[in-house]
């Protein structure tokens, strides 16, 4: 059975980073897509980004486009949410999930593995 497991939240100051990481773990890991999820309170599960597992492509919401980067270690199993410049609203428990189609993969009903959560929160 397939785990994952994030880590890197925290407290942050506005305009400040944080690296979020998702490590893989388990028999097999056989996802096409692996992709963040931010939920604040009260708020539904919101798609962050994504990337494609085998060719790398990467996939923004446009909240964050030009200040989060996704990234994937193929030999490590494990992606990473780099974000900088960030906002007060982008307080939330961030998921990181595992799409194995590939398809839809801004919808978090499609996907089929999450992680248990980690907190970021932005203070100003």
């Known amino acids: 059975q397939v785990q994952l497991v994030e880590s890197g939240g925290g407290l942050v100051q506005v305009g400040g980073s944080l690296r979020l990481s998702c490590a893989a773990s388990?028999?097999?890991?056989?996802?096409?897509?692996m992709g963040w999820f931010r939920q604040a309170p009260g708020e539904s599960r919101d798609f962050v980004a994504a990337?494609?597992?085998?060719?790398?492509?990467?996939y923004y919401a446009d909240s964050v486009k030009g200040r989060f980067t996704i990234t994937r270690d193929i030999t490590a199993n494990t992606i990473y949410l780099q974000m900088n410049s960030l906002k007060p609203e982008d307080t939330a428990v961030y998921y990181c999930?595992?799409?194995?189609?590939?398809?839809?993969?801004?919808?978090?009903?499609?996907?089929?593995?999450w992680g248990q959560g980690t907190q970021v929160t932005v203070s100003s």
């Open positions: 990337v494609k597992w085998g060719f790398g492509n990467t």
């Open positions: 388990g028999r097999t890991f056989s996802s096409a897509v």
């Open positions: 999930a595992g799409n194995r189609y590939g398809v839809g993969f801004s919808a978090s009903d499609n996907y089929e593995l």
